[in-house]
């Protein structure tokens, strides 16, 4: 944080970011006299800066009780230049601003992969249980298959033949391919973004699955596209509790964002240029529990009571059908 008080205003810097085409900052700046602020001075760089937001300050005025702040006292402003450190200027009022090349705020991933991945093993191995990877084609990294040595049988499926893969099949019929209720575990790992219907992947699952079998699905959420053109969707944490509620007979044992990263614009247009201060993470993970059947022959997705699907939160809504 840069900051700097005159005896006429406050003037500070509080956030910053650059990459090859931007250099960012977010402030807020007050008169002592409680006279307006015009932002429309501010200079990065010795350059007119584009001022892209104003927003309340609550907090800045709460630290500086004395003085008549007004709360709409926060800035955003940029400059289209590839800079690392420079003087941000406000009318008199001159900061230093070093920022970290294209860096910004990390934040703690819950739950990470290895966990739940371990999770899903110990009871594979505990239970004996006969465990399904949805997915299962070496690309690139190896099979995991050794993984499961404890299991009372692996079993490798993917759409496309090749090693690790013990049953070729699309996972939109897996209750055709295997008998209901015969599978204790089911996992797999980007995959499906790759699917067309995501949540008939997800029925499919819970019907293969005896009462008391889990399901671990890790998916990408902010990921660049792959495999393409079979590359269709991408999930948040809550996407994947949708598909798993416990409407549909699911119990979530761990749910969760992993993977940080930052989101910065690749191109003179700025966008919001507060992407990379906001969580961005690179994917999604569950870990499920079918604790019941669901009667899917009669279902029709239509006639789903959506707020009991989203944990009784989602928004009602009538529709005119006319």
């Not at 500086?64 to 007004?70: E, F, I, K, L, N």
């Not at 800035?75 to 941000?88: G, K, L, M, Y």
């Not at 067309?196 to 997800?202: D, R, S």
């Amino acid at each position: 944080m840069a900051l700097i008080e005159s005896s006429e205003a406050v003037f500070c810097i509080d956030r910053s970011w650059s990459d090859s085409h931007n250099f960012v900052v977010q402030g807020w700046a007050f008169s002592k006299h409680g006279a307006t602020v015009d932002f429309t001075g501010l200079l990065i760089d010795g350059l007119p800066a584009k001022v892209v937001k104003t927003f309340p300050r609550e907090d800045v005025k709460i630290a500086w009780p004395q003085y008549d702040v007004p709360v709409e006292c926060g800035f955003v402003a940029n400059v289209r230049t590839p800079i690392r450190s420079t003087q941000v200027r406000l009318g008199d009022a001159a900061v230093v601003v070093q920022s970290e090349w294209g860096k910004s705020q990390k934040y703690t991933p819950i739950p990470q992969l290895g966990d739940l991945y371990s999770k899903l093993i110990k009871e594979v191995e505990k239970n004996n249980l006969v465990v399904l990877e949805v997915g299962s084609r070496v690309v690139g990294n190896k099979g995991r298959s050794g993984d499961f040595v404890g299991a009372k049988k692996y079993i490798g499926m993917d759409y496309h033949p090749g090693e690790n893969v013990d049953v070729v099949g699309d996972a939109h019929y897996l209750s055709k391919i295997f008998e209901p209720g015969s599978i204790g575990a089911v996992f797999s790992t980007s995959v499906l973004e790759h699917v067309i219907f995501p949540w008939v992947v997800a029925s499919e699952i819970h019907k293969i699955l005896k009462v008391g079998g889990v399901a671990l699905i890790d998916t990408p959420f902010v990921w660049p596209t792959h495999e393409r053109p079979a590359d269709f969707w991408r999930f948040t944490d809550m996407g994947l509790a949708v598909l798993f509620s416990g409407y549909f007979g699911w119990e979530i044992e761990d749910c969760g964002l992993a993977v940080p990263v930052s989101v910065h614009p690749d191109s003179d247009e700025i966008g919001n240029p507060q992407f990379p201060w906001e969580p961005a993470y690179g994917a999604s993970r569950i870990y499920a529990r079918k604790v019941r059947e669901f009667n899917w022959k009669d279902f029709r997705w239509e006639d789903a009571d959506l707020s009991q699907v989203f944990n009784g939160i989602y928004p009602t809504q009538s529709f005119n059908a006319s």
